[in-house]
């Protein structure tokens, strides 16, 4: 006898082809009806509210009187919530950020009493091969998922790469099969529920089924526990029960018992198209979005979390010396400050959203949501690197000499690496001509230009106005910037004030607290009429200097050393003709572009179309606008790199198809080339236009005949001392309907290529499993990655490491393979259904104007040629996304060393992913993951001594005390493929030095 689990539920987008206010008022509905039909039938056992515990947030903003009510609901077992925050597309969210959506539904779920132990994935596009570990991370043993499967049985083993496992309970008919029963028709309801039974008890090896009564935004039958009855006496054979997703995998269990063992095993990713669409063309819809998450995820994980949570420690009561030089403006406990911006970052995680798949103004609402994200993270960055700095030793040493300022550099990777480093400095003008040292006094590479200062105030006022203004400074501080200097005459009845502002480090008080004194007294002089105000800001210089040897998570000091006291300062005010290259740089910061980089046009010098560095020569010789690049180390050349490639697309935001009658446009028509050198870098900027058909013909079939030309600048870069190729591309898009990719090609032959993945490096063929008209949809060569893609032959390679594009295809050619890297797909519908390569619709039929991806658009990707495979490259791929940073300081005396890491690594491919504050208590997270292919000892060393290490669940459940070394290292050996979460407490007063 089988048992059938009718299990009543909803599936909630949040947003989708509606905004999510016109979404939330739905929701209101659904859930004051569930919440009445709870309390009126209690034959209505059991309801499922997806899976995701946001939905309670925004029904209770609406309706924060029924909280208990609900609690009380969940904490029976009658309305099931959890595990995830949002249901987020697992391919284009960081790996950190799925732990963190994790982190938070159990925190939501805990504050109502019970949390949903089922990893109920229903609808995202495909799964990762290391949700497994990841739901077991989180105490979670079975996974009930639909999309990424085929032919499958209803039951099997899901195996990640480090061999975890979950009970896959897969929804082999859909997470809405059971959504056409209609309860107000018992008789039909019964002959409904025949019909799912067996169409699924035959492919179940325990003979429990899941009949998923619900869909997309559907609300529960009020007469369903009726016909529940009706069909429960009727049903012969079988037996019907109103269930849950834990009652249905416990089912399975207690049938299967010490068969369990004996089921089938699949390992890694779930990416098939056979059975249910995958949907692949969502990792390049709306690419602005992908790259706003990288960027976002970036900020959080390498700079927000970790410097915070080391800027709190180190100026910790109790830390030994104290925080002498701490600045007083920094947020105290900024953990929690960080979690509201993965609370902000984390909504626009769902699937449809991260997707790119809804209506314009869905995506357009996510635009403030990122820039928030971005404000948040920003603030607690300066304000924990400037802590960080303050509370550094930044006095010169002996091998310096005289210093008038300090460098703090910060890296944000977990190895000792060197990076071309970008800050302004406010050089004195009694300084003159300067160098930058090192803590032995090597002078370093650097390239500088003046900034000068700029008026920032010069107003008159009279006595009222000017006590008013002057109420306006706090302590030195005033609209966000320091006072640094302040200069206070008379003449005759009018007071003159010079005042030096500054929008770094720390108001000069001395200065303050004289001036004040001499403003006041003027305030009270009668004889005085008239005020005038003149600010401007200090002279600062823009430095950019070749950073090396920086330490593993932490930082380095180095020094500005005056060259030739006296001489004038390179630090000159603006003059009158360049104030308009203020708000140009301005506009290019917006951009993506920063000042140093647009630079000025007489440093690029036309027809200088080959740089090098001690690494890499790279040539922009050819006519359709690619590179040649050789590789010095491995004798290595490669030609026609970085070429454009440009087709149609009649698909959808779902789904890439191309016209049957379309024409590649290959190479754009060069109309410049210049070059520049500097001691730090040497660059190439190519100026093309790309010929382009305007948008689809009316049948869609083919382009249209119509042109349209699409400016393109490409900017490539040499660093000094980095092996790698660094570009940036933008793109002016004036064309419809076409996608637009640059190609990599080279004469390596391989069947199969690597993919940074999630908490693994994920291999895939590059050919197209084998497929029919049976398919729902037909298999796409493009995959999804993370940072990098690396084709090999094992004795050399070509990685190409990108910021915030994830789409790629890895394809053999004639004469070798080729990596193409989608930059932008450019579509005009939410949905169709008359194009071949995918049965149906996957969403309505809207127009979505704005994922066209009309006007300017910048990408960055990197070029890195490299020996044997990708374990020779991929650190240089991740310094790529994480550029270090630098921080101006005081030569002042500190606690903390000149130099020190907040954590050091040492053994095998051991990736550090995460470092951040516990979400219970106050110990120190570190997580990583073992990339290698061969288990890896791995030593894991804080900045300081602390007197416990626990090796921890990825939910920061302790599991074991791990031994530490006498000299604070912790050891452990990790297996391939296995991620490790650590937690460091009960600190000592030792801090490395």
């Known amino acids: 006898m089988a048992v059938l689990h009718l299990i009543s539920h909803t599936h909630w987008d949040r947003e989708w082809y509606l905004p999510f206010q016109e979404f939330r008022l739905k929701l209101v509905q659904l859930v004051d009806g569930t919440l009445g039909l709870l309390a009126r039938d209690r034959g ?124 896959m309970a897969y929804l082999r008919e859909g997470y809405g099969n059971a959504a056409g029963l209609q309860a107000d028709d018992p008789r039909r309801f019964l002959r409904v529920v025949r019909e799912l039974g067996a169409a699924l008890v035959p492919h179940s090896a325990a003979g429990h089924v899941a009949l998923m009564y619900g869909t997309d935004h559907m609300q529960p039958a009020p007469e369903t526990s009726t016909a529940l009855a009706f069909t429960a006496r009727r049903l012969k054979g079988d037996r019907l029960v109103h269930s849950t997703l834990p009652a249905y995998v416990g ?26 669409h995958l949907l692949p063309g969502v990792m390049s819809a709306r690419m602005w979005v992908k790259q706003s998450n990288h960027a976002c995820e970036e ?61 314009d103004q869905v995506h357009d609402e996510m635009r403030p949501r990122f820039d928030q994200v971005r404000q948040i993270g920003e603030v607690i960055t300066r304000q924990s690197l400037g802590r960080l700095a303050a509370l550094t030793e930044s006095r010169a040493p002996r091998e310096v000499g005289e210093a008038r300022a300090a460098i703090v550099v910060f890296n944000p990777v977990s190895w000792a690496r060197s990076d071309r480093v970008e800050v302004d400095l406010e050089v004195g003008s009694d300084v ?49 910037m320091n006072l640094q200097a302040l200069e206070v005459a008379r003449q005759g009845a009018r007071a003159v004030l010079r005042v030096a502002l500054s929008s770094k480090g720390s108001p000069n008080r001395s200065a303050w607290e004289q001036g004040v004194n001499r403003v006041n007294a003027l305030l009270e002089d009668e004889a005085v009429t008239t005020y005038e105000v003149l600010a401007r800001s200090v002279d600062e210089t823009r430095v950019q200097f070749a950073a090396r040897d920086l330490p593993s998570l932490g930082y380095r000091t180095l020094f500005v050393k005056p060259r030739n006291r006296g001489r004038p300062s390179l630090a000159k005010p603006l003059p009158a003709w360049a104030k308009w290259l203020v708000p140009l740089g301005a506009l290019l910061g917006r951009l993506g572009l920063s000042a140093w980089q647009s630079g000025t046009e007489r440093e690029w010098r036309r027809g200088l179309r080959t740089i090098d560095n001690e690494f890499l020569r790279v040539e922009a010789g050819a006519s359709d606008g690619s590179l040649a690049v050789f590789h010095k180390p491995t004798g290595m050349r490669l030609r026609g790199l970085n070429l454009f490639e440009d087709e149609g697309d009649r698909g959808d935001e779902y789904n890439f198809c191309p016209p049957g009658d379309d024409r590649l446009v290959r190479g754009g028509r060069v109309r410049a080339v210049h070059g520049r050198r500097s001691n730090t870098a040497q660059e190439l900027r190519l100026r093309l236009r790309l010929r382009l058909p305007r948008e689809l013909a009316p049948n869609r079939m083919r382009r249209s005949r ?52 999630h908490f693994e490096v994920v291999p895939r063929g590059v050919r197209l499993p084998q497929w029919d008209e049976t398919w729902v949809e037909q298999p796409r060569p493009e995959k999804p990655q993370r940072r990098w ?58 127009e979505t104007p704005g994922a066209q991806m009309p006007g300017r658009h910048l990408f960055a990707y990197s070029i890195l040629p490299h020996a044997g495979d990708w374990q020779q490259a991929y650190r240089r791929a991740h310094e790529f996304t994480r550029p270090a940073r630098a921080v101006p300081a005081t030569l002042h005396r500190g606690h903390m060393p000149s130099s020190a890491s907040l954590v050091s690594v040492h053994g095998g491919d051991f990736l550090v992913t995460a470092v951040k504050q516990a979400e219970r208590g ?54 391939p493929a296995q991620i490790v979460t650590l937690l460091f407490s009960d600190p000592t007063s030792r801090i490395r030095r």
Not at 86 to 106: H, K, M, Q, T, Y
Not at 256 to 273: K, P, Y
Not at 312 to 331: F, I, M, N, Q, T
Not at 342 to 354: E, G, K, V
């Open 922 to 975: 106050t110990a120190l997270v570190v997580r990583g993951v073992n990339l290698g292919k061969t288990p890896a000892r791995v030593h894991i060393r804080p900045w300081r001594h602390f007197g416990r290490c626990q090796l921890a669940r990825l939910d920061e459940t302790p599991l074991s005390n791990l031994s530490m070394h006498r000299d604070g290292n912790a050891e452990i050996e990790v297996r």
């Open 44 to 167: 209505f056992r059991h309801f499922m509210l997806d899976g995701q515990t946001i939905v309670l947030d925004d029904y209770l903003a609406l309706r924060p009187d029924r909280e208990r009510e609900i609690a009380a609901h969940v904490r029976s077992g009658r309305l099931l919530i959890g595990p995830w925050f949002v249901l987020p597309d697992e391919f284009l969210v960081s790996p950190e950020a799925i732990v963190r959506n994790l982190l938070e539904g159990g925190r939501i779920a805990a504050r109502f009493g019970r949390n949903m132990p089922v990893g109920y994935i229903p609808d995202p596009f495909g799964h990762i091969g290391q949700m497994p570990q990841i739901l077991r991370g989180f105490g979670i043993e079975t996974a009930c998922v639909q999309r990424g499967l085929d032919d499958q049985p209803c039951e099997f083993w899901w195996q990640s790469p480090d061999g975890s496992k979950v009970l």
């Open 432 to 480: 003159g001509d300067f160098d930058i040292v090192d803590d032995r006094g090597v002078r370093v590479e650097m390239d500088r230009r003046g900034l000068g200062s700029r008026e920032l105030i010069h107003t008159t006022l009279d006595r009222e106005g000017f006590r008013s203004s002057i109420g306006m400074v706090h302590e030195g501080r005033v609209a966000g």
């Open 706 to 757: 119509a042109k349209v030309d699409v400016p393109v600048e490409v900017r490539v870069r040499l660093t000094a001392g980095v092996d790698r190729v660094d570009v940036e591309v933008q793109v002016d898009n004036r064309a419809k309907d076409h996608r637009l990719r640059v190609l990599f090609p080279t004469p390596l032959r391989t069947e199969s290529a690597s993919y940074d993945g």
């Open 299 to 359: 900020l959080l994980e390498a700079w927000a979390e970790p410097f915070s949570a080391w800027a709190e420690w180190a100026g910790a009561k109790g830390e030994a010396g104290g925080p002498r030089a701490a600045p007083d403006d920094s947020l105290a406990r900024p953990a929690a400050v960080v979690s509201e911006a993965w609370r902000l970052l984390m909504q626009c995680h769902a699937h449809d959203s991260i997707c790119g798949c809804s209506i």
């Open 789 to 846: 893609v690396d084709i090999s032959d094992g004795l050399a390679g070509l990685m190409i490491a990108n910021r915030g594009l994830p789409e790629v295809e890895v394809r053999p050619t004639a004469n070798g393979s080729e990596i193409a890297l989608t930059l932008m797909r450019c579509v005009g519908w939410l949905s169709r259904d008359d194009f071949p390569n995918r049965r149906g619709h996957a969403g309505p039929g809207l």
């Open 251 to 276: 089912g399975i269990r207690r049938a299967l018992g010490a068969r369990m063992a004996g089921l089938q095993v699949i390992e890694g990713e779930l990416r098939s198209s056979k059975r249910w």
